[in-house]
């Protein structure tokens, strides 16, 4: 089974609310009692089981059991300390960070990249099959419980060393294909949002974009001036329109914007404009800034080195991490009353 699902630190599941409304299969008390809901454990199992891809044994299920009872002791522990707080934009932050780590891991975005479009988070994360809110919810909770674990241990974090040469080195070699950068291109365009349009509308965003584009040829307005004045991108528009980069094969770009769209894009020359491009999302006028080919990174590359820097330190940081939240769980059970019910006593 995997480790990091049944030992070391807290794995936080969604579950919905349906769950408080069950038998309960225990119930812990270390500042209020709270049961732990046969229908909360089963969740836990199932997807557990789905990632294993086999049925786990009771004596296993056990062991998921007293992971909800840990994360449920954890939590209130943290919940009734008044230091303890987590806003809202470390929620948000924290979820993109998680779901960029699992992108790049998938091989989706380059190493160490971060998600930038808020739009793009969300609708990535509901194509998982949840909301944004149950998500946040749950990097909430994942939060709440690290801050209370780090701050009580917060010695044992400052005293984690820095990387040293042999283990970038080390680390590069085992993460070098990773570092293999597709041909890629960056792009400023003015975008005529289509996403909620019906027909009519849509069509009328055409037309739109095709004037905009006769403007852009036949008068003094520059590719800057209408981006600030016409595109439809919140977020790109105060960058003058950038986008990128996109690589060859970029799931979530053809996803987003179309194949198509992204075929075209590579087809043109940097320092090309296109006329109007349709895509998934909207039509679009496209200017060509960079267009690169592919490439290894080398190992003295800053942002290579920055990102096996930070890797590094998250491997001794987990490894810490693991080790306190052993001895703050064994810590907050002897303070704790728990009850087993069922086939579980």
Known sequence: ?????LTGVLVFFVVSAAATQDMA????????????????LNEMI?????MEGRHLTMEEKKVVLN???????????????????VSDTEVEDAGIMLLSQQLS????????????????????????????EEYEKNVRKQLLAEKYITLKNAEVFRSISAATEEELSSEYQRRVQEFVIKDSVWFNHIFFDTSDSNPEESMAKNEKAKAVYNRLINTSATFED?????????????KGGVVGPVMVEDEIANQIYGS???????????????RVLKSNIG?????????????????????????LERVIYAAHYQEALEKVTKTTIAELRERATINYFGDYK
């Open 1 to 5: 089974m995997r480790k990091s699902l």
């Open 25 to 40: 299969v225990a119930t812990v008390k270390l500042e209020k009692t709270e049961p732990i809901s046969e229908y909360q």
């Open 46 to 50: 199932q997807a557990i089981e789905q």
């Open 67 to 85: 992971q909800l009872i840990d994360q449920a002791i954890v939590l209130q522990a943290a919940e009734f300390d008044k230091q303890m707080h």
């Open 105 to 132: 891991e998938a091989g989706v975005l380059p190493p160490g990249a971060i998600l930038t479009d808020k739009e793009q988070y969300r609708q990535i994360v509901e194509e998982q099959g949840i909301s944004v």
């Open 226 to 238: 209408l981006v600030i004045s016409e595109s439809e991108d919140e977020v790109s528009k105060v």
């Open 260 to 274: 198509e769209f992204i075929a075209s894009v590579f087809s043109m020359e940097e320092g090309e404009t296109s």
């Open 283 to 307: 039509y679009h006028i496209v200017q060509i800034t960079e267009k690169k080919p592919a490439q290894l990174l080398p190992e003295n590359d800053a942002e290579v080195r920055a990102y």
